[in-house]
Protein backbone atom coordinates (compact mmCIF):
# COMPACT_ATOMS: atom_id res chain seq x y z
CA UNK A 1 0.00 0.00 0.00
CA UNK A 2 0.97 3.49 -0.88
CA UNK A 3 -0.11 6.02 1.33
CA UNK A 4 -1.06 9.01 -1.33
CA UNK A 5 -1.14 12.70 -0.18
CA UNK A 6 -4.54 12.70 -0.47
CA UNK A 7 -4.81 10.03 2.20
CA UNK A 8 -2.64 12.16 4.33
CA UNK A 9 -4.14 15.23 4.12
CA UNK A 10 -7.75 13.81 4.37
CA UNK A 11 -6.60 11.89 7.76
CA UNK A 12 -4.73 15.34 9.32
CA UNK A 13 -8.02 17.32 8.46
CA UNK A 14 -9.80 14.68 10.18
CA UNK A 15 -7.71 14.77 12.76
CA UNK A 16 -7.66 18.28 13.29
CA UNK A 17 -11.36 18.34 13.54
CA UNK A 18 -11.42 15.57 16.17
CA UNK A 19 -9.28 18.11 17.96
CA UNK A 20 -12.07 20.75 18.63
CA UNK A 21 -14.11 21.41 21.88
CA UNK A 22 -17.18 20.55 21.58
CA UNK A 23 -17.55 19.33 18.09
CA UNK A 24 -17.09 23.17 17.12
CA UNK A 25 -17.81 23.76 12.95
CA UNK A 26 -14.04 24.41 11.62
CA UNK A 27 -13.73 26.23 8.22
CA UNK A 28 -11.52 24.67 5.56
CA UNK A 29 -8.88 27.79 5.69
CA UNK A 30 -8.51 27.56 9.61
CA UNK A 31 -7.74 23.78 8.71
CA UNK A 32 -5.93 24.05 5.76
CA UNK A 33 -3.66 26.73 7.80
CA UNK A 34 -3.46 24.61 10.56
CA UNK A 35 -1.96 21.69 8.99
CA UNK A 36 -0.31 23.30 5.81
CA UNK A 37 -3.14 22.07 3.54
CA UNK A 38 -3.96 23.98 0.00
CA UNK A 39 -7.21 24.59 1.05
CA UNK A 40 -8.79 24.76 -2.47
CA UNK A 41 -7.15 20.77 -2.27
CA UNK A 42 -8.83 20.18 1.12
CA UNK A 43 -12.15 21.95 0.41
CA UNK A 44 -12.59 18.83 -2.36
CA UNK A 45 -11.32 15.87 0.25
CA UNK A 46 -14.00 17.51 2.23
CA UNK A 47 -16.30 17.16 0.61
CA UNK A 48 -15.56 13.59 -0.80
CA UNK A 49 -15.84 12.48 2.99
CA UNK A 50 -18.93 14.92 3.61
CA UNK A 51 -20.69 12.35 0.89
CA UNK A 52 -18.92 9.31 2.56
CA UNK A 53 -21.05 10.21 5.89
CA UNK A 54 -17.64 11.38 7.91
CA UNK A 55 -18.14 14.41 8.48
CA UNK A 56 -21.09 17.34 7.98
CA UNK A 57 -20.69 20.48 6.52
CA UNK A 58 -22.82 23.95 7.63
CA UNK A 59 -22.46 26.96 5.02
CA UNK A 60 -22.71 30.26 5.74
CA UNK A 61 -20.35 33.41 7.42
CA UNK A 62 -20.33 30.90 10.46
CA UNK A 63 -20.08 27.53 9.00
CA UNK A 64 -17.51 25.23 8.44
CA UNK A 65 -17.04 21.41 9.27
CA UNK A 66 -17.10 19.21 11.75
CA UNK A 67 -17.12 15.45 12.17
CA UNK A 68 -20.35 13.57 11.76
CA UNK A 69 -19.36 10.74 14.72
CA UNK A 70 -17.40 10.25 17.42
CA UNK A 71 -13.70 9.96 16.68
CA UNK A 72 -13.70 6.47 17.93
CA UNK A 73 -16.32 5.78 15.65
CA UNK A 74 -14.32 6.14 12.57
CA UNK A 75 -11.71 4.56 11.29
CA UNK A 76 -8.71 5.19 9.44
CA UNK A 77 -9.41 2.81 6.83
CA UNK A 78 -12.99 4.14 6.67
CA UNK A 79 -11.09 7.98 6.07
CA UNK A 80 -8.87 6.52 2.83
CA UNK A 81 -11.76 4.64 1.57
CA UNK A 82 -13.84 7.81 1.76
CA UNK A 83 -11.22 9.82 -0.50
CA UNK A 84 -10.53 6.71 -2.75
CA UNK A 85 -7.51 5.39 -1.36
CA UNK A 86 -6.93 1.23 -1.58
CA UNK A 87 -5.19 -0.81 0.36
CA UNK A 88 -6.15 -3.96 -2.37
CA UNK A 89 -3.55 -6.37 -3.66
CA UNK A 90 -1.95 -5.61 -7.65
CA UNK A 91 -5.58 -6.81 -9.76
CA UNK A 92 -5.00 -9.22 -12.15
CA UNK A 93 -1.94 -11.06 -9.88
CA UNK A 94 -2.43 -14.82 -10.19
CA UNK A 95 -0.43 -17.47 -8.25
CA UNK A 96 1.16 -19.65 -11.71
CA UNK A 97 0.29 -23.39 -11.18
CA UNK A 98 2.86 -25.46 -10.95
CA UNK A 99 5.03 -23.01 -9.45
CA UNK A 100 5.62 -22.97 -5.82
CA UNK A 101 7.49 -19.96 -5.22
CA UNK A 102 4.66 -18.18 -6.80
CA UNK A 103 1.90 -20.22 -4.57
CA UNK A 104 3.81 -18.95 -1.35
CA UNK A 105 4.53 -15.72 -2.13
CA UNK A 106 0.71 -15.12 -3.57
CA UNK A 107 0.14 -16.19 -0.31
CA UNK A 108 2.19 -14.08 1.41
CA UNK A 109 0.92 -11.28 -0.33
CA UNK A 110 -2.74 -11.92 0.33
CA UNK A 111 -2.29 -12.83 4.25
CA UNK A 112 -0.36 -9.43 4.52
CA UNK A 113 -3.38 -7.20 2.54
CA UNK A 114 -5.69 -9.43 5.01
CA UNK A 115 -4.18 -7.94 7.80
CA UNK A 116 -2.88 -4.55 6.97
CA UNK A 117 -7.14 -4.45 6.15
CA UNK A 118 -7.59 -5.26 9.26
CA UNK A 119 -5.01 -2.72 10.77
CA UNK A 120 -6.88 0.47 9.15
CA UNK A 121 -10.14 -0.03 10.09
CA UNK A 122 -9.04 -1.00 13.46
CA UNK A 123 -7.60 2.25 14.26
CA UNK A 124 -9.61 4.94 15.43
CA UNK A 125 -9.69 8.52 15.14
CA UNK A 126 -9.55 8.82 18.61
CA UNK A 127 -6.43 6.84 18.87
CA UNK A 128 -4.58 8.81 16.80
CA UNK A 129 -5.73 11.75 18.89
CA UNK A 130 -4.24 9.96 22.09
CA UNK A 131 -1.07 8.96 20.29
CA UNK A 132 -0.63 12.58 19.20
CA UNK A 133 -1.60 14.22 22.81
CA UNK A 134 1.01 11.75 24.24
CA UNK A 135 3.83 12.54 22.17
CA UNK A 136 2.98 16.24 22.41
CA UNK A 137 2.93 15.81 26.45
CA UNK A 138 6.58 13.94 26.36
CA UNK A 139 7.82 17.07 24.73
CA UNK A 140 6.13 19.46 26.98
CA UNK A 141 4.54 20.80 24.74
CA UNK A 142 0.78 22.22 25.16
CA UNK A 143 -2.39 21.78 23.63
CA UNK A 144 -1.62 23.40 19.86
CA UNK A 145 -1.58 20.80 17.64
CA UNK A 146 -0.30 20.17 14.18
CA UNK A 147 -0.46 16.61 12.78
Known amino acids: MKLTTKGHYSVKALLDLSLQPDNRLVSTREI ?17 MRRAGLVKSIRGAHGGYQLARQPAKISLGE ?17 SPGQPEDWVTFSLWQRLHEKLKEALYSITLADLYYDARSWQASLGEEASFVV
Open 79 to 95: ILEAVGETVEPLPNHQA
Open 32 to 48: AKRQDIPAPYLEKLLIE
